[in-house]
């Protein structure tokens, strides 16, 4: 069965957005980035919530309007029961999370990137559904914004599996769901 990966920026205190949505305060770390290239290789697929997937759609337009993506060659799932159609290139997942899930896990391939949501990633956390978790922990204290899990309904109880950090003040943990 394919492996479920969820990775985000964080804050100390806990959160993925400022109060306005604001992102500044994410670090890009270069010596990190050499090490998510291989990180990369290792999945074939992503999973979307709807608002990662339409603020993505946003960003990705270039100046004449067409679409770029870095992360062509993998599959993309995009998860909302309120969207009736995605562009091209995007596969839509609505109705029982946890079967369409599992159904996808069981198909050949590499490992599933979450990519985003926390609302996507509250849900397939309380549903047994990731195997790791991957926070870049940002060196700031926002005080207000969104919450990384915002609807968790039970403990999960995690081991650490790396840690690193890097000159930039940035601390990268990788958790397996023990």
Known sequence: MRKIVAGFATTIDGFIEGPNGEIDWIIYDKEQFKGLEQHWKRMDA??????????????????????????AHMKHYVFSNTLKEVEQGY????????????????????????????????????????????LAICPVLLGKGKSFFPFIEKRINWTVKEVKTYKSGLISITYQRK
Request: charged share 25%; glycine share 12%; aromatic share 8%.
């Open 46 to 71: 992503m999973f979307y919530g709807r608002k990662t997937y339409e603020a993505g759609l946003k960003m990705s337009k270039g100046a004449k309007g067409e679409q770029s993506n870095p992360f």
């Open 91 to 134: 596969i839509l997942i609505s109705g029982d999370i946890k079967t369409e899930v599992k159904k996808i896990r069981a198909q050949n391939g590499k490992e599933i990137a979450v990519f985003g949501g926390a609302e996507l990633l509250s849900s397939l956390l309380n549903l047994d559904l990731v195997d790791e978790l991957s």
